[in-house]
């Protein structure tokens, strides 16, 4: 398979769901950071796009110097498995959701891992003597990634959040009635 047209294809892909993504969080205040509180998860949810794009980008400049993209594909396992918990936690606190959260995290991390490990350690994947390259590994792993990536997006965006009480006052209104000192 010509790994360059996989990874062209992954790139325009996420590129282009990070886009749908931007469009479909525009008007929703809760998502944009208009109240303060969702943008983080907004983003977080972002950067699994970008992480997936930026990654595939990495992976054709030079797919036969194995440095430049296992350089990439170290880096995004590591903060694609970082922006999963915190998106979990994001999650978790700002919606009512209380098992989604960690599925998606117990299989995002474990998936961002595998990346990282078999960019930092490519001979793992021959050592199992599977029919595949370790770069066919990663762009596999990837792929898991995008339906992943697209999970918590329609979670996130789907999901009510959680009713936050008003702050209590700080000052104790006056009783109008009561005697004056």
Do not use: C, H
């Amino acid at each position: 398979m010509d790994q360059s047209a996989f990874y062209g294809v992954v790139a325009a892909t996420n590129f282009t769901l990070l886009g749908l993504w931007w469009v479909a969080i525009k008007d929703r205040g809760d998502l944009t950071g208009r109240d303060g509180r969702g943008s983080q998860m907004a983003y977080l949810v972002s950067l699994q796009f970008v992480v997936a794009a930026a990654v595939s980008l990495f992976a054709q400049v030079a797919p036969d110097v194995a440095a430049v993209w296992r350089t990439g594909f170290a880096f995004a396992g590591i903060v694609g498995a970082i922006g999963i918990v915190l998106l979990a936690l994001q999650f978790s606190a700002q919606t009512a959701a209380r098992v989604m959260p960690w599925i998606l995290a117990g299989v995002g991390v474990p998936l961002y891992l595998l990346v990282f490990a078999v960019a930092a350690i490519p001979a793992m994947v021959t050592s199992v003597d599977l029919a595949l390259s370790p770069i066919e590994v990663e762009g596999l792993l990837l792929s898991i990634i995008v339906i992943l990536g697209v999970q918590e997006a329609w979670f996130v965006a789907m999901t009510p959040r959680r009713e936050v009480a008003p702050a209590p006052s700080d000052s104790i209104p006056s009783d109008p009635t009561a005697p004056s000192a």
